[in-house]
């Protein structure tokens, strides 16, 4: 029997994992990733200018298109019974009820959009309220700043409780304790010793060194796993419970209202006044602002 190939040693598998750098990074220029000196820093010129090449320290966020958005308040298993309801009106000329099942069509997609909106203005303001700072060496001494504004080479001081803002690389000094559970799912802090790299969003738990930034928002080890994340389309429990629970109840209404609807037109009532009783008896069972009482109380 042919032997099994051989398994490629350890220390390959655990390099093939890391990821890879970006082709904006291996395109850059020295200017633009050369560490800074580390007894001056990176001039306000120079950070500037690797600023507008990099980009901003922070993780790509997808934005959608608040149309589309408020449109999709209109499209959903409740919001299909309504208009099948008014395009039945329509057809037995039925203008105020019409009229009526458009408004309520519009008030509750409005509703629920306006609420939507104001969640994710308060979620905006938390995060700003919240923006990480850190220590950073520019034009000779030392300032803290957003760590937004952190650029490649950079000079950073790290210190007990400090979260490490940007991936970087530990320069001469004593050891750091440093709390990667967040990343790696380690549950006791690692120690990091001088040319060692540690991790955007792991927290120094003893120590203090300074070290040079070497890649910062997306380009990170934390940036990549984010963006990897962010590209699956999940959908929340909750929105899964709601879901299920409009199909029941849209379920039960549409066998009771057939139910009936054979009975009326075996009795010899007309098609359109058959479909308008029908009508009332569907938008009546079903809980239309369903999802919006439950987001808002």
Known sequence: RDSAPPLPPASDLSQSLLPRPSPQSVSA????????????????????????FWGPNALEEKKSNACLKFLGYFWGP???????????????????DLCILLLLQLINGLVGWVEEKNAGNAIAALKASLTPK???KRDGRWTIIDAKFLVP????NLKLGD???????????PPLSVDQAALTGESLPVTLYPGDSGKMG?????????AHVSATGSNTFFGKAAAMV??????????????????????????????????????GVSVLR???????????????????VSTST
């Open 29 to 52: 220029p020295d200017s633009l990733s050369t560490p800074a000196p580390v007894a001056t820093g990176l001039t306000t010129g120079q950070a500037a200018a690797r600023l507008d």
């Open 78 to 96: 409740m919001p299909i019974m309504i208009w099948l309801a008014s395009i039945i009106e329509l057809i037995n000329e039925s203008i105020p």
């Open 134 to 136: 850190c220590t950073v």
């Open 153 to 156: 080479g950079d000079v950073i």
């Open 163 to 173: 979260i490490i803002p940007a991936d970087c690389k530990l320069l001469e000094g």
């Open 202 to 210: 792991a927290t120094v738990k003893r120590g203090e060194l300074e």
């Open 230 to 267: 962010n590209s699956v389309e999940n959908v929340s429990r909750f929105q899964k419970i709601l879901f299920k629970i409009s199909m029941c109840l849209l379920t039960v209404a549409v066998v009771v209202t057939t139910t009936i609807m054979i009975v009326l037109l075996n009795e």
């Open 274 to 292: 058959t479909l308008a009783i029908c009508v009332v008896l569907l938008v009546s069972s079903i809980p239309i602002a369903m999802q919006v």
